[in-house]
């Protein structure tokens, strides 16, 4: 088990939540899609005949697939204002949308333009998927763009997701950004609305160009300023329960991160197999100026090599991210619910979220229960409680129901509720809450489950 000092000045109560920005974020990406339509509309005269009506929805929906690709890549940039305002879990479930979005219109684009070509030369299918493939200027790497992005949404969807290692996923996802390069130029060389019209083409340089710094800018050149900034390293690692192991990891003006208690880096452990996979970690105590902790559960082969990790080991990481801040808060009272090993995030918002706080922690038995001590510890000096929800002796589960959650919680429609555990549980809890009466404003959760 590691030891943090608790020992500080009780948090300050809060001012007013930040409002996400996110309702705006999406009106300009709707805004951007019908300026993509109002393209096609202000370019396309009378559209005539089937040929005519499935060649022009073919090219519709080619556009709108050149767009959703730039969405796309700008939605994996890891753009702060995203990434800590919006959410890094909301921005996955627009990524994993706009992932789904863009293999739909992908595929509407390549069966109507073919099958409106062929009507118009009077020719098979097959023989004009040939004829393009092979005559038309850019299409081979098109094509080529075309599989890999059908391949990366085949390994998206949930059911190839659980058959696969993150690593496995991680890489094959990795090929998105080689798709969308293939595809482009196909979309300037052969698309009616870009050919002789400079201003059209110049937007569409603008949009791919400034996702694309986007990702250099924030996955490339950000992360190398930060670690050669701060040359992290692996201090120690603890046992804190059985599978659970805690890494301290300390560097150079860490205070310079700007990271908050909730929030997760991307980390790779360089030197010991494991540099090839970035895998988010949350903070499992504030930060200090010269150290970091995360607390990690063997749930696969990266997570469970975290136990070998040798002190001196260089860490390479990339954030801070997430908004599961005290940023949310918009009452004096929190009730922070935890499963398992999602306590790590609230462990660090049980030592400084102001007001008064208690912490729920559901877990299988009482050595199941990781960093139990220092949660003790913290709720002794600033006067918080912290429950315990474990399996009977049997091993039947306690139910936390919306009446249990009453009972135990006066007042509980006014307090803020943050929720962090498995995803099952997370919606459950959540059912839970909405119906004893918690407002959806008030209950803070970060999911990840696409």
């Known amino acids: 088990m590691t030891t943090v000092d608790t020992r500080r000045a009780a948090p300050p109560l809060p ?23 109002a393209l096609w509309w202000t ?66 684009h390549v069966v109507l333009i073919l099958t409106g070509y062929a009507a118009q030369d009077r020719a098979t299918l097959w023989h004009e998927t040939v004829t393009v493939v092979l005559d038309y200027p850019d299409m081979l790497k098109a094509t080529a763009g075309t599989v890999i992005l059908l391949a990366v949404g085949v390994t998206s969807v949930r059911a190839a997701r659980r058959r696969t290692s993150y690593e496995f996923w991680y890489y094959v996802h990795l090929l998105t950004y080689a798709a969308v390069f293939l595809a482009f130029f196909h979309q300037l060389t052969l698309g009616d609305q870009f050919n002789g ?70 980390w790779r452990f360089l030197g010991e197999g494991m540099g090839w996979t970035s895998t988010p970690y949350s903070l499992s105590a504030p930060p ?20 070998l990790l040798r002190p001196g080991t260089r860490v390479w990481a990339e954030g801070p991210y997430g908004s599961l801040t005290a940023d949310r808060a918009t009452s ?9 090993v999602g306590v790590t995030p609230l462990r ?26 220092e949660l003790e510890s913290i709720a002794r000096w600033r006067g918080g409680r912290v429950l315990y929800a474990l399996n009977g002796p049997r091993g039947e589960r306690p139910h936390i129901t919306a009446e249990s959650l009453r009972a135990s919680f006066p007042g509980l429609a006014g307090h803020d509720v943050y929720i962090c555990g498995p995803h099952g549980f997370a919606q459950d809890v959540y059912g839970e809450l909405r119906a004893a009466g918690v407002p959806d404003r008030r209950i803070h959760h970060e999911s990840f489950e696409l």
């Not at 001012?15 to 339509?37: E, K, N, Q």
């Not at 040929?51 to 890891?78: D, H, K, P, S």
């Not at 603890?238 to 659970?244: K, L």
């Open 332 to 340: 004096h009272h929190s009730l922070l619910i935890a499963a398992g």
């Open 288 to 307: 200090r100026p010269d150290m970091l902790r995360i607390t990690v559960k063997a749930l696969g082969g990266h997570s469970a090599a975290v136990a």
């Open 197 to 266: 019209r400079p201003v059209a083409t110049a937007v569409w340089y603008v949009l791919y160009l400034g996702v694309a710094g986007l990702v250099v800018w924030f996955r490339v050149l950000a992360p190398v300023r930060l670690n050669r900034r701060h040359r992290l390293r692996v201090d120690s690692v603890h046992q804190e329960a059985p599978g659970v192991y805690s890494v301290v990891v300390r560097g150079r003006h860490l205070d310079e991160l700007g990271a908050r208690p909730g929030q997760f880096f991307r």
């Open 348 to 373: 660090a918002l049980f030592e400084t979220l102001p007001g008064e706080v208690t912490l729920l922690y559901r877990a299988r038995s009482a050595a199941d229960l990781a960093l139990g001590a």
């Open 15 to 37: 001012g007013t939540a930040r409002r996400s920005p996110a309702g705006w974020v999406l009106a300009a990406l709707w805004a951007g899609a019908a300026a993509v339509v």
């Open 43 to 108: 370019d396309t005269g009378s559209v005539v005949g089937t040929a005519g009506w499935l060649t022009g929805g073919g090219r519709i929906a080619g556009l709108l697939c050149g767009y959703a690709c730039a969405v796309l890549v700008g939605l994996m940039a890891r753009v702060p204002l995203l990434e800590t305002r919006v959410g890094s879990d909301r921005v996955a479930r627009w990524h994993a949308m706009a992932g789904r979005y863009t293999i739909c219109l992908l595929v509407a």
